[in-house]
C-alpha cells in the first residue's frame, strides 16, 4: 500500500496531480484505496496498477477523466481500447537480434568511437598547453604575495 506522498516520491506527481488520480480512481474503483475523509489515502496494488495504466494513458493525450472511463472498459472487457491496438506494440518494434543485425550495430559502435577518438584528438589539440614557468614563479611566493601582485597590477 502506498500513500499520495510515495507517489509524489516515485512518479514526480505533486501533491495535488497524486492527490486528484487518488480520489478518480477511489471514485471509480472505491475497494482499490483505502482511507481518505480526515484520514489518509492508501492506494492498493491493485490500485497502484490502476495509477499506472492511468499516467500511461495521460502521457498519451488522455484527460484523467477519460482515462479512468478507458480503464474502466478495459478491465470489463479485459482488452485494450481500439485507439491503443492500432499503436506499435512493443513485441512488434523491438527488432530480432540475429547475427547481420549484431555485425551491423558492431561496425556501428565501432564507427562511433572512431569519431569520439578523433574529436577528442582535435579537442587536445585545440586546448592551450600548460605553461610550466608561470607554475615556477609562483612556487617560491605565498598566496598573500602572489595576490598583491595580482592586485598592484594595471588594468589592460
Given at each position: 500500500?502506498?500513500?499520495?506522498?510515495?507517489?509524489?516520491?516515485?512518479?514526480?506527481?505533486?501533491?495535488?496531480?497524486?492527490?486528484?488520480?487518488?480520489?478518480?480512481?477511489?471514485?471509480?474503483?472505491?475497494?482499490?484505496?483505502?482511507?481518505?475523509?480526515?484520514?489518509?489515502?492508501?492506494?492498493t496494488d491493485n490500485g497502484l496498477t490502476i495509477l499506472q495504466r492511468l499516467l500511461e494513458l495521460e502521457d498519451g493525450g488522455y484527460a484523467p477523466a477519460e482515462?479512468?472511463?478507458?480503464?474502466?472498459?478495459?478491465?470489463?472487457?479485459?482488452?485494450?481500447?481500439?485507439?491503443?491496438?492500432?499503436?506499435?506494440?512493443?513485441?512488434?518494434?523491438?527488432?530480432?537480434?540475429?547475427?547481420?543485425?549484431?555485425?551491423?550495430?558492431?561496425?556501428?559502435?565501432?564507427?562511433?568511437?572512431?569519431?569520439l577518438e578523433e574529436r577528442d584528438k582535435q579537442i587536445q589539440q585545440l586546448l592551450p598547453k600548460p605553461d610550466q614557468s608561470y607554475d615556477k614563479v609562483l612556487?617560491?611566493?605565498?598566496?598573500?604575495?602572489?595576490?598583491?601582485?595580482?592586485?598592484?597590477?594595471?588594468?589592460?
Amino acid at each position: 500500500m502506498q500513500s499520495i506522498k510515495d507517489l509524489e516520491k516515485n512518479y514526480g506527481l505533486s501533491y495535488w496531480k497524486a492527490r486528484k488520480r487518488v480520489v478518480l480512481i477511489s471514485e471509480h474503483f472505491g475497494g482499490e484505496v483505502k482511507g481518505g475523509e480526515n484520514s489518509k489515502y492508501w492506494l492498493t496494488d491493485n490500485g497502484l496498477t490502476i495509477l499506472q495504466r492511468l499516467l500511461e494513458l495521460e502521457d498519451g493525450g488522455y484527460a484523467p477523466a477519460e482515462a479512468v472511463r478507458i480503464i474502466e472498459e478495459e478491465l470489463d472487457n479485459d482488452t485494450k481500447p481500439k485507439a491503443d491496438q492500432n499503436e506499435p506494440n512493443e513485441k512488434q518494434t523491438k527488432p530480432k537480434l540475429t547475427p547481420d543485425y549484431v555485425d551491423k550495430l558492431e561496425d556501428e559502435i565501432q564507427f562511433l568511437r572512431s569519431q569520439l577518438e578523433e574529436r577528442d584528438k582535435q579537442i587536445q589539440q585545440l586546448l592551450p598547453k600548460p605553461d610550466q614557468s608561470y607554475d615556477k614563479v609562483l612556487a617560491d611566493k605565498s598566496f598573500w604575495q602572489v595576490f598583491k601582485e595580482w592586485f598592484q597590477q594595471p588594468v589592460a
